[in-house]
């Protein structure tokens, strides 16, 4: 039986700060029979900078990219963000006629009414994660980790309608062995851009999210946000700080990836010490 085959948005933040994210999402994805196909050309969602300043920019920068989805292929988004620029876009677009027209005549191409746009999360409910790994339980067995999927999953009002992926990263993280540690701040906001505009606001959200995760047992944490995991590791003031792993690298960690040396280097907070402590890392 062949792979199932998504387009891949991967957006600016998993193309640079986040590589090593984007770098276990596509060798877990691998892992469990699904391929990833990046979107040729594909430009900045607009974000948040695009979204205050310019809205007709702001809706045109997603739908250029969802212009670039081959017909009959879901669309697989990792960043919270960038989903919720690309989905609200799309529901736009899909309920006003005059738009569409609009699209069409923008990028050269018919308006999809049947375009899947999902978030990673989305796969573990068309997947058995434990069909792929022997021994399951015990993959990340001692490890304690905090789960922090930051605020953007959260949808906004006109998103209400989307699902929910409130517990996902417990339950997998939890069948894979690990003791997850529940501390109240999972989906605190991390500041986001005030990372870049105001730092010391940004710092004291972050040194308040991590230290309710050190205070409750954590040994780490887990991001579902690239951005997110960035602030975590760049504006904490702890003078011990705890590591984050992209969900994706404790995925393929479990899996029996190879090779995991190389996504670290990127992290600010060294993970591998604890990860050999825990018995966890291969070379």
């Known amino acids: 039986?062949?792979?199932?085959?998504?387009?891949?948005?991967?957006?600016?933040?998993?193309?640079?700060?986040?590589?090593?994210?984007?770098?276990?999402?596509?060798?877990?994805?691998?892992?469990?029979?699904?391929?990833?196909?990046?979107?040729?050309?594909?430009?900045?969602?607009?974000?948040?900078?695009?979204?205050?300043?310019?809205?007709?920019?702001?809706?045109?920068?997603?739908?250029?990219?969802?212009?670039?989805?081959?017909?009959?292929?879901?669309?697989?988004?990792?960043?919270?963000?960038?989903?919720?620029?690309?989905?609200?876009?799309y529901l736009k677009l899909k309920n006003n006629a005059d738009l569409q027209k609009k699209y069409e005549q923008d990028w050269g191409r018919k308006f999809d009414s049947k375009l899947?746009?999902?978030?990673?999360?989305e796969l573990f409910k068309r997947i058995q994660l434990k069909d792929y790994i022997q021994n399951s339980e015990k993959q990340l067995k001692g490890i304690k980790i905090a789960p922090y999927y930051g605020c953007m999953l959260s949808m906004p009002p006109d998103l209400r309608?989307?699902?929910?992926?409130?517990?996902?990263?417990?339950?997998?993280?939890?069948?894979?062995?690990?003791?997850?540690i529940s501390y109240g701040y999972e989906t605190q906001c991390c500041g986001t851009y005030l990372s870049v505009a105001k730092p010391s606001l940004s710092e004291r959200v972050v040194t308040q999210i991590i230290?309710?995760?050190?205070?409750?047992?954590?040994?780490?944490?887990?991001?579902?946000?690239?951005?997110?995991?960035?602030?975590?590791?760049?504006?904490?003031?702890?003078?011990?700080?705890i590591p984050a792993f992209h969900f994706s690298e404790l995925l393929s960690m479990a899996l029996g990836a190879e090779n995991q040396k190389k996504w670290f280097p990127k992290h600010i907070v060294d993970p591998i010490p604890l990860l050999k402590a825990r018995k966890l890392f291969k070379s």
């Not at 998993?14 to 984007?22: D, I, M, R, V, W």
């Not at 809205?55 to 669309?75: K, T, Y």
């Not at 899947?116 to 999360?121: G, L, P, T, V, Y």
């Not at 309608?161 to 997850?180: F, I, K, R, T, W």
């Open 161 to 180: 309608h989307e699902p929910s992926h409130s517990g996902l990263m417990e339950d997998a993280l939890s069948s894979l062995g690990a003791e997850v």
């Open 211 to 241: 230290s309710r995760a050190v205070d409750a047992g954590a040994e780490c944490l887990v991001t579902a946000c690239a951005m997110c995991h960035l602030n975590l590791e760049i504006r904490c003031s702890l003078k011990h700080p």
């Open 116 to 121: 899947e746009i999902i978030h990673f999360f």
């Open 1 to 89: 039986m062949g792979k199932t085959i998504y387009s891949f948005f991967p957006g600016c933040s998993l193309a640079a700060s986040g590589h090593e994210n984007t770098q276990s999402l596509l060798k877990f994805c691998n892992m469990v029979d699904i391929e990833l196909k990046e979107l040729d050309d594909w430009n900045c969602c607009g974000s948040s900078s695009a979204h205050s300043i310019n809205h007709e920019v702001a809706r045109d920068l997603p739908l250029r990219n969802i212009s670039l989805v081959p017909e009959g292929q879901p669309l697989l988004i990792a960043c919270p963000s960038c989903l919720i620029r690309l989905k609200q876009s």
